[in-house]
């Protein structure tokens, strides 16, 4: 018969386990929501309405910030993106309304989803302490994560298109050709090229600097790109550029141990991101949506996020 230490021991253990459990989750996130409720006072007698209606209009608002903000109209897949966003919004707008959040402060939509969102968010990384395996598991399945970033050294050679017109891509091929008969690195070919207001010079930089001084498209090829010889042209946001890569110095994964906080940190912000997704995802189930004037083009269709 097991004395009472292992009685504890093994109530203990099935304690860890049960809290480990989404269902635990969401009962932990009711019962505390409820709570809320009676705080900040019942929902209305009458049930609120449970029909949630995007317009011509409101689509059109948000096509118009994207254009805005990023100088392009959104592609079917972003404008749904922004549907969706709008949806979850109005949800979780409703949802605080409800719970008498919005009382004794202005009502601002914008505060009052942040407040539901910020108290579920809350509820839940309370729930979640992983276990030694857990960081591991983590740390394997995501392991490139934590390699530090390449750095890279190249020196480039920059052709106009705004000075060259309809000559500057077969002039771009030509210079590249020149430099590579050179039979040198870099050393006398200053006179190549046309002028550039960034230098010709870079050493040891990582792929984030680079793309925001050249652009991401930019980036991605100068890393491909074999050590040594020239090599291009190469597209930027400026033009075309000839482009030499001195030397790229790539770096393994970190042992687990040197970046402990930050795998436990990753792993709960991925697991709390997932249950809020599904919290969010079985709210949205109780309303129907009903969008209304799409854009001109392929359907939007928007269904909730999905759990695990």
Do not use: C
């Amino acid at each position: 018969m097991p004395d009472d230490g292992q009685a504890a021991s093994g109530a203990g253990k099935l304690f860890r386990e049960l809290v480990r459990q989404p269902l635990v989750h969401f009962l932990v996130i009711g019962v505390a929501l409820g709570a809320a409720l009676q705080w900040f006072g019942n929902r209305q007698e009458s049930e609120p309405d449970t029909t949630i209606r995007i317009t011509a209009a409101d689509i059109a608002r948000s096509e118009a910030e994207w254009r805005s903000r990023w100088r392009r109209p959104p592609t079917q897949e972003e404008l749904a993106g922004l549907v969706k966003a709008r949806i979850r919004e109005l949800v979780l707008y409703r949802e605080a309304v409800a719970m008498g959040l919005d009382r004794d402060e202005p009502v601002i939509r914008r505060v009052l989803v942040q407040k539901l969102e910020s108290i579920a968010k809350d509820l839940i990384e309370l729930s979640l302490s992983p276990t030694d395996r857990d960081l591991e598991q983590h740390f394997a399945e995501h392991s490139e994560r934590y390699r530090p970033a390449s750095l890279i050294t190249f020196t480039h050679v920059f052709v106009d298109p705004d000075a060259r017109g309809d000559r500057a891509v077969e002039d771009a091929e030509k210079i590249v050709a020149e430099l590579r008969s050179l039979g040198r690195e870099t050393g006398g070919t200053e006179r190549y090229g046309d002028p550039f207001m960034l230098q010709r010079y870079y050493p040891e930089k990582e792929p984030q600097r680079v793309a925001s001084l050249f652009g991401a498209g930019f980036a991605a090829t100068v890393f491909e790109l074999p050590i040594g010889g020239w090599h291009g042209p190469v597209l930027s946001g400026y033009g075309l550029h000839a482009v030499y890569v001195h030397d790229r110095m790539d770096f393994p994964v970190p042992p687990l141990s040197e970046v402990l906080e930050r795998v436990r940190q990753d792993w709960v912000d991925d697991n709390r991101r997932r249950i809020v997704d599904q919290y969010f995802a079985d709210m949205v189930a109780r309303y129907e949506v009903v969008i209304e004037g799409a854009a001109q083009g392929a359907p939007i269709q928007v269904e909730p996020e999905q759990g695990p």
